[in-house]
């Protein structure tokens, strides 16, 4: 079974960047599609970005694109979210997904079957 965890949230002020990493335990990071999806409190939980397992295809929401970049290190089994000019409305828990390998990745959150347990991020205006 995966194990995901997930590193590098925190407290920013609006404007600044912040740059999350997921590690994924197991030897079989490439048979996986990665995502990053966030919960704020009280709203349903939102896809963020996700990339498939070859890194060659990558997917934004709306509301992060052309500020959010993912990407994956295979050599580290770990994915990252650089995150660039962060508003107060990103402010949130940050979940790593990793679902099964297809060439796209799937934007909601039934493409994905294990789940890390968040790391809270929090944009100050």
């Known amino acids: 079974q995966a194990q995901l965890v997930e590193s590098g949230g925190g407290l920013v002020q609006a404007g600044g960047s912040l740059r999350l990493s997921c590690i994924r335990s197991?030897?079989?990071?490439?048979?996986?599609?990665m995502a990053w999806f966030r919960q704020a409190p009280g709203k349903e939980r939102e896809f963020v970005a996700a990339?498939?397992?070859?890194?060659?295809?990558?997917d934004y929401g709306d509301s992060v694109k052309g500020r959010f970049t993912i990407d994956r290190d295979g050599a580290k089994s770990t994915v990252y979210l650089q995150m660039n000019s962060l508003k107060p409305e990103d402010t949130a828990v940050y979940y790593c997904?990793?679902?099964?390998?297809?060439?796209?990745?799937?934007?909601?959150?039934?493409?994905?079957?294990?789940w890390g347990q968040g790391t809270q991020v929090t944009v100050s205006s």
């Open positions: 197991g030897r079989t990071f490439s048979m996986y599609n």
């Open positions: 990339i498939n397992w070859s890194g060659g295809s990558t």
């Open positions: 997904a990793a679902g099964l390998r297809r060439d796209v990745p799937d934007r909601t959150r039934y493409g994905y079957v294990y």
